[in-house]
Each structure stands twice: as C-alpha cells, then as structure tokens.
C-alpha cells in the first residue's frame, strides 16, 4: 500500500472475492489462482487493520465494514473502467473537420446526426460554422458544406440539391389561413443578407403586375436569423424550403401563398483533392446524398392563398 492506497489489483481481487463471496470464483473471474486472490485479501487487511471478511462454517461472508468498503471501491472500479473504454474508443474513432454555414448545419444538418451516427458510430463530425468561402489550403477543414450561385474559388464540389423553392411563409399569428397578394403586400417583408432580391422577384412573379409593398422592410443578415425573425412574427420571410422543413411539418411556420421561386443557390459539399479517396469523407458523402435525396422532396400540405 503506497501513501495509503492499495494497489489497483489488490482492490480488484477484493471487490470480486466480495462480489461471489467467495475466493474460488474470484480467482476464476481475474484468471488468477486461489492463493493468490486469498495473499491479497489478507494483505489489504493488514494493511487497513481491519476485518473485511469473516469465516463461518468454511463459508465468506463479509463483514460490516467490508460489505461498506466493497460498495466504495466497486464505484470507483466502474468508473475506471468505464474512463478507459472512452478513452479506448476516442482514439478508435475517426473525427471530420467539416465546415458547414451555420443555418445548414443548425436547420437541416444537427437534426439528422443521431442517423448518421447510428451508420457509423466510428465516425465524428467536428462542425464548424462557416458562411463566408473556405480555403482548404489555408485551414485544417477536410470537407466543407455551403451555399453558393456558384462553386467557391478553389473549392469545386458535389452539387447536392439545385432549383430549390423558395417559400413565402409566417407564424400562425400572422396567417392563420392562407394570404392574398394584396395582404402580404400590407406586411413587413423579412429580407436575408444571401438573398437580397428574393423579394423583387417574388413580387414581380406572384400576380399579373408587380406588388407595390407598403409595409416594413427587416433586414437580417443570416438565414437562421431570419427563420427566427419569421417565427417570432415579425412578418413574412422568404426561405429555402430546405431550411424549414421542420418548422413546416410542425405547423410553427405556414407558407402563406402558394407561388415559389427558384433558389438560385446550389448546397454544394467539397473536399480537398488529395482526401477525395479518404475513406470516412467517402462515406459521409454517401451518407449525405443518401440523405439530400431522401428528404429533399417538398413537403405537402402548404397553405392555399386567401381569395
């Protein structure tokens, strides 16, 4: 015993002769002889002075305080082991450094994480927030996801889901039932910093002329800010549908008219050249378009336009 602590073996030949009550299986469990489970025993009690177990009739049977310090140490004995297989299976696991733009990865991408960990449980995405482009040459990135009109420079990639809609949609406070063109003209328009001429073009396509807005222009500079915004019933935002799918199938948002427009930006996922045939990139790209093409598709049920 060494500054007053047993060592980890003997602890662990008491605990488990504790355990069976019983030197023989302890000895089996550990694949040790029966001597030496019994040495140990009887060392660590000299050692503590105290009486951990009692012989009655060829029987072991613990004692009070040895029942009690076998409950203590068999904590501890748990947390050990359960502290070294996390730390075994840390090093076992494969982690990704994956940019992605912040709206992306907290509407569409966090949300299905629980499926794709359930796939490959040695995989670990390290997500980044990321909306502006990314440089693998200057960044230590092994894949990134963005949305752009184009390819970043430097970063060509996959293109995931193009001609995406675009939605005209609102909190129930707002638009219980579905909007006329006239009435979304009277509501403040909420406007995102990627999109700034969604409006102009939703207008000038919604009806036979152009919508002359009346009311409050909002500004936001960010997708997940203008989701919010929507939702917190500042007025009416136009939004990828691909970012609110879940906001539209549990109703805390409503497309108010059923006239889209295109998205003119593409979800783009890259990877440096020289980790194209990496293994773990190869098998979240399959994953990832397994996925965009899985729930990519519209969802029904959007709401009519009001006469």
Not at 122 to 135: A, S
Not at 216 to 226: C, S, Y
Request: with cysteine; net charge neutral; glycine share 6%.
């Amino acid at each position: 015993m060494r500054r007053g602590v047993p060592s980890l073996s003997t602890l662990q030949a008491f605990e488990a002769a504790a355990r069976h009550e019983s030197f023989s299986k302890a000895a089996l469990e550990l694949s040790q002889t029966h001597g030496a489970v019994c040495k140990k025993v009887n060392e660590l009690e000299a050692q503590l002075g105290i009486a951990l177990f009692e012989r009655v009739r060829h029987r072991l049977v613990l004692s009070a305080a040895g029942a009690e310090y076998a409950r203590r140490i068999r904590v501890h004995l748990d947390q050990i082991r359960r502290d070294t297989q996390e730390l075994v299976s840390q090093h076992k696991e494969v982690q990704i450094q994956l940019a992605v733009g912040v709206t992306f990865a907290a509407q569409w991408l966090i949300p299905r994480l629980a499926d794709f960990y359930a796939a490959h449980p040695d995989l670990r995405l390290h997500i980044m927030g990321r909306d502006q482009p990314t440089f693998f040459d200057n960044s230590s990135f092994d894949a990134a996801i963005y949305f752009s009109q184009r390819p970043w420079p430097a970063m060509p990639g996959q293109s995931l889901l193009s001609d995406g809609e675009i939605l005209a949609v609102a909190a129930p406070c707002l638009a219980h039932g579905g909007l006329s063109v006239a009435e979304i003209a009277e509501m403040p328009w909420i406007y995102t910093r990627d999109l700034p001429r969604a409006w102009q073009s939703w207008s000038e396509t919604a009806a036979t002329h152009p919508i002359e807005h009346r009311g409050e222009n909002r500004r936001f500079d960010m997708f997940v800010m203008a989701i919010n915004a929507a939702l917190s019933g500042l007025g009416i935002a136009l939004l990828p549908r691909i970012l609110i799918e879940r906001e539209l199938r549990n109703g805390t948002l409503l497309q108010v008219h059923p006239h889209c427009i295109t998205n003119p930006e593409t979800i783009y996922y890259s990877c440096p050249e020289q980790k194209r045939d990496w293994a773990p990139l190869v098998r979240f790209g399959r994953w990832l378009t397994t996925a965009i093409n899985r729930d990519g598709a519209p969802i029904t049920g959007a709401v009519a336009a009001a006469e």
